[in-house]
Antibody, heavy 123, light 107 residues
């Protein structure tokens, strides 16, 4: 069965960096685009970033552009989110989610989600 | 960028009621719309995609409709387990924006 497990969250000071990871299993990771979605405490869902199945294309929300980088290691079935210059407004649970498309057809809805990892930006 | 606006923001209804949630896109998105359900303290779950196609395993009391800019999610007969926040999401192109959510409670 499809499993996605995020890790790397924690408490970090403003201005510092953090790298999140998402370990995937139960499907051919290298054939699916992957998304990051975040949810601030008590707030709604905010789409953050997507990376194509082969890592050649990436898109970001305006709110994180220039500070966050999505990457993937298909040999390890792992997705990453490098977050720099963190702000209080980045405090959220970060979910990785699988795109429902397959290889060349991607950028669609999200059919599987991980349990999320909490990032708290605070001094 | 296209904005997604849901209404109402919150809703209280009785068991057995027909419930409708609306999602409006600021520009046309054809039928590239998904609905997600997030129960309290849980991970979001895909309910509907392509505006009206039910994801496998989702109860048939859920349905979706619409195209272009106006979309609806309908629960034909509200059940206690439907207490959740519901989100629409566009996926015609990046950014894959979500609506602000509709919190559904039982009266």
């Amino acid at each position: 069965q499809v499993q996605l497990m995020e890790s790397g969250g924690g408490v970090v000071q403003p201005g510092r960096s953090l790298r999140l990871s998402c370990a995937a299993s139960g499907f051919t990771f290298s054939s699916y685009a992957m998304h990051w979605v975040r949810q601030a405490p008590g707030k709604g869902l905010e789409w953050v970033a997507v990376i194509s199945y082969d890592g050649s294309d990436k898109y970001y929300a305006d709110s994180v552009k220039g500070r966050i980088t999505v990457s993937r290691d298909n040999s390890k079935s792992t997705l990453h989110l490098q977050m720099n210059s963190l702000r209080a407004g980045d405090t959220a649970v970060y979910y990785c989610a699988r795109d429902s498309g397959y290889e060349y057809i991607w950028g669609i809805y999200m059919d599987y989600w991980g349990q999320g990892t909490l990032v708290t930006v605070s001094s | 960028d296209i904005q997604m606006t849901q209404s109402p923001s919150s809703l209280s209804a009785s068991v057995g009621d027909r419930v409708t949630i609306t999602c409006r896109a600021s520009q046309g998105i054809s039928n590239y719309l998904a609905w997600y359900q997030q129960k309290p303290g849980k991970v979001p779950k895909l309910l509907i995609y392509s505006a009206s196609t039910l994801q496998s395993g989702v109860p048939s009391r859920f349905s979706g409709s619409g195209s272009g800019t106006d979309f609806t999610l309908t629960i034909s007969s509200l059940q206690p387990e439907d207490v959740s926040t519901y989100y629409c999401q566009k996926y015609n192109s990046a950014p894959y924006t979500f609506g602000q959510g509709t919190k559904l409670e039982i009266k």
